[in-house]
């Protein structure tokens, strides 16, 4: 299943709005009811065709994840009972969608990948984003920044412009880069800050450095997961299973209060964590606070 080419449309906030008015039928809604009652697809700038396009997209890449589908195409479509059960749940559910639909998103690639041979294109492109460093990050800008780059590599995952739209939108929904626009610079810096920080409750309270690092690339298999870095392009830059988007984050949640990065005595479980020419030796990784 391929996100920037033929459901280019789909957005992370659409599923969620699509999901959260599901959430209140059991019994679903005909695809027609979705397209009359879900406004909050339509922007004021956007035309009915427009909206009538991120929905089918939307609806395409739901239905490929397994969060919502349909018996036939004559059907109603239902969401999920776990998605649905999360979403009826009291406050702002945005941030629990926001890190259950990355979490499915990297499951579903990485068994595509083994399964298939072939990962989604946009799992294959955040978990090449991932990699570059935080402290040079692209122009956002197609021609200034990441065409070169992926031309270099013959990176096809994100190959043209019309996917690298579509890529950042995905992007920063999902907690995997923000955006820095200064003066006449504009660039989008790999950061997963808010990515881990939406999987901390599913997270060990405390574990050894490698072993917390390990549990969360179990959850999202893009954050540096050996059997996708194995998909990237070779002979280019040496993939790192700590991407500097994910050490960027973690030096950022510990700096927030919410993790401490403690040393240990033991060597074996010991990993380096720095950007630039700073770095330390972090033993062990708690939570402190969610």
């Not at 391929?2 to 449309?9: E, I, N, V, W």
């Not at 009652?37 to 395409?60: K, P």
């Not at 200034?144 to 780059?149: D, F």
């Not at 739209?165 to 800050?193: N, Q």
Request: negative net charge.
């Amino acid at each position: 299943m391929d996100y920037l080419r033929g459901q280019a449309t789909a957005s992370a906030v659409g599923l969620f709005v699509i999901c959260r008015y599901l959430s209140a039928f059991a019994e679903g809604r005909a695809e027609e009811d979705l397209r009359r009652s879900l406004q909050l697809l339509r922007t004021g700038g956007t035309s009915s065709d427009e909206a009538g396009a991120v929905l089918v997209a939307s609806l395409a890449i739901g239905d490929g994840l397994g969060i919502i589908g349909r018996e036939s195409s004559s059907s109603p479509w239902k969401v999920d009972t776990d998605l649905a059960n999360g979403l009826k749940a009291a406050g702002d559910r945005w941030p629990w969608f926001r890190g259950e639909l990355l979490r499915r998103i990297a499951e579903h690639g990485k068994r595509e990948l083994e399964s298939e041979g072939k990962a989604p294109d946009l799992v294959l492109g955040l978990t090449w984003f991932l990699q570059l460093n935080p402290l040079s990050p692209l122009q956002t800008d197609w021609g200034l920044g990441p065409e070169p780059l992926v031309e270099a590599l013959a990176f096809d995952a994100v190959s043209r412009s019309d996917q690298w739209r579509p890529f950042l939108r995905w992007a920063v929904a999902l907690g995997l880069a923000r955006r820095s626009d200064t003066g006449a610079a504009k660039v989008v810096v790999p950061d997963a800050t808010t990515a881990i920080a939406d999987q901390l409750e599913s997270l060990p309270a405390s574990g050894s450095a490698r072993d917390w690092l390990s549990a969360l690339r179990e959850r999202l298999p893009l954050l540096g997961s050996p059997t996708l870095l194995a998909a990237l392009p070779k002979g280019g830059p040496a993939w790192d299973e700590l991407p500097a988007g994910v050490v960027l984050a973690l030096l950022k949640l510990e700096r927030m209060g919410v993790l401490s990065l403690e040393p240990s005595d033991d060597a074996s479980d010991v990993i380096s964590v720095g950007l630039g020419s700073s770095a330390r030796q972090v033993g062990r990784i708690t939570v402190r606070s969610t």
